[in-house]
């Protein structure tokens, strides 16, 4: 939401170090960094915060130019003054707020909290790495709670662990985006350069925002905003006396020892009531339907590891299958099915119209073999029942007749699309259905509509936007692997989904994910959380 000005500061001082080891007067220096400003703020797009930021640097470039001493904090004033006066949308602007609060805290609040943690033995460079995002995170934080009706409790940790990798993420960016245009190898060179960096980026960034209860709620707007700022400046005027640091740190401490064992490893799951969970098992799906008898249920697809499903359906506590469907014959889908039958008696294990690809059908059947349960085909127009769950067989309509099993669309277009009708609602189940098959079914005029959508193929960019749109799915639910290398699920489409209003929600982020009854009485999903690497990055 703000680029900091430690963006711009890492370019500059890339530029003003490559001049002055050239032997450049200042003001040849000046000019080539006022030319390196203008160029980033171009390519990071002139947005409030970059514009803070970018007029912050200019002020800094010209008193290098003039000889001037450079001061931090009336360069900020000046910059703010400026902008407001040139665009006055910007004082409502959350990004400019944002961004002059964070940098005015390091301005002001850092050097105190530094300073402090010195006097009690805390090393420098540790002072300075703990003081920088807990004073940007203290000030930002009431605006960001009004924004989002969140607090996080995570924030100054992921700063932590992400501040390494800035500065050189930062400036083999920018180098990649200079160099592209003229020497496509450099550009490659720099941005291969910067892959590990950014990878550990969005890796800090999902694992902090998976941590169960990281952003407890909090009032919305400019009230929630108001009423934390206000316990946030009661709170650091009250931490000047040793007593209530004292206070403070013994409930901290108190609250660790409760909380953190009952959250990040939390106790009473599964969730009562619940009706279907999506089982975490990597790249693949695996998904569970209560069936309204205890201990049973069915299973909709095995995921691609017996050990992630076999775990899954034992912390549920189901001990047999009124029914294992299989959407299709695909190894994410399939390859987990030994470790689902290990210990649990199987009604049957169905399959679609298409058997491709041949191997993959032998070792279903063989498996299903082992484990003594007969393998039968489900057409569309199918009904099942059970006390609390019917499955409607949607699709697929009119499957080709011979399926390269080499081409994964193709195999992708035989799944099984299936509409499940529980106590909360109901829930459109289309596997890994692709373009052509979504195609038939809108056409037919099949009924889609659903409270629950299981987003096809791991929320890949090969769904039809209108069948994706024709649930108006409150809640949509992604089974997708962490780490897998298809880039899944696609940005587009989970924009796409938040567009529509539904709530997303994915196992790469919050673990297995239960479908439980909410207090208005419709549907609501509850995580574990622990979301699992998926160990072959699928």
């Not at 500065?167 to 490659?188: F, I, R, S």
Request: glycine share 12%; net charge neutral.
């Amino acid at each position: 939401m703000a680029v900091s000005g430690s963006n711009v500061a890492f370019v500059l001082g890339a530029v003003l170090l490559l001049a002055r080891g050239v032997r450049l007067g200042p003001r040849t220096v000046a000019v080539l960094a006022l030319l390196a400003l203008v160029g980033f703020v171009v390519l990071a797009r002139p947005s409030p915060s970059v514009l803070r930021a970018g007029a912050m640097g200019a002020v800094a470039i010209l008193a290098l130019a003039l000889g001037r001493t450079r001061s931090v904090l009336p360069a900020l004033a000046a910059t703010v003054v400026v902008l407001l006066l040139v665009d006055p949308a910007l004082a409502v602007d959350a990004g400019f707020a944002l961004s002059v609060l964070a940098t005015g805290a390091l301005v002001l609040l850092a050097p105190v909290v530094v300073t402090a943690l010195r006097r009690r033995g805390v090393p420098p460079g540790v002072a300075e790495a703990l003081a920088v995002p807990l004073a940007a995170h203290v000030v930002t934080a009431p605006v960001v709670a009004g924004l989002s009706g969140e607090v996080s409790l995570v924030a100054v940790l992921a700063n932590l662990l992400a501040a390494p990798v800035v500065a050189p993420a930062t400036v083999l960016g920018v180098l990649a985006a200079v160099l592209a245009p003229w020497w496509t190898g450099g550009a490659h060179a720099a941005v291969w350069l910067a892959g590990p960096e950014v990878s550990w980026l969005v890796w800090v960034a999902h694992r902090c925002a998976a941590v169960p209860g990281a952003a407890p709620d909090w009032p919305g707007g400019v009230t929630g905003g108001l009423l934390l700022a206000g316990l946030v400046l009661l709170g650091l005027v009250a931490l000047r006396w040793r007593r209530v640091r004292l206070l403070a740190l013994a409930v901290v401490v108190g609250l660790l020892l409760v909380l953190v064992p009952t959250r990040v490893a939390p106790v009473g799951w599964p969730p009562p009531g619940w009706a279907l969970v999506m089982c975490d098992v990597g790249q693949g799906d695996g998904l569970v339907l209560a069936t309204g008898e205890p201990g049973r249920a069915v299973l909709l697809d095995a995921g691609p590891d017996g050990t992630a499903i076999d775990g899954c359906l034992a912390r549920l506590g189901v001990r047999s299958f009124a029914l294992v469907v299989l959407s299709h014959l695909h190894a994410d889908h399939v390859d987990g099915l030994a470790g689902a039958l290990r210990g649990r008696p199987a009604g049957a294990v169905a399959i679609g119209p298409v058997h491709e690809p041949i191997g993959a059908l032998a070792q279903v059947t063989a498996r299903a073999r082992q484990a003594g349960t007969p393998v039968v085909g489900l057409d569309p127009a199918a009904v099942l029942r059970w006390p609390a769950l019917e499955l409607d067989v949607l699709g697929p309509l009119h499957p080709r007749p011979h399926v390269d099993p080499d081409d994964g669309t193709e195999v992708n277009d035989t799944s099984l699309v299936l509409r499940a009708t529980t106590p909360l609602g109901r829930v459109l189940l289309p596997g890994d259905a692709e373009a052509e098959s979504q195609e038939t079914l809108l056409a037919s005029g099949a009924d889609l509509g659903a409270d629950v959508l299981k987003v096809p193929h791991h929320g890949s960019r090969s769904s039809l936007p209108a069948f994706v749109t024709a649930a108006h799915a409150r809640l949509a639910l992604v089974s997708v692997g962490q780490g897998n290398s298809y880039g899944h699920p696609n940005p587009a489409m989970m924009g796409l989904l938040a567009g529509t209003g539904a709530l997303v929600r994915r196992t790469d982020q919050s673990g297995d994910l239960a479908l439980v009854p909410a207090a208005d009485g419709g549907a609501a999903v509850v995580a574990r959380g622990d979301p699992r690497p998926d160990p072959r990055r699928r």
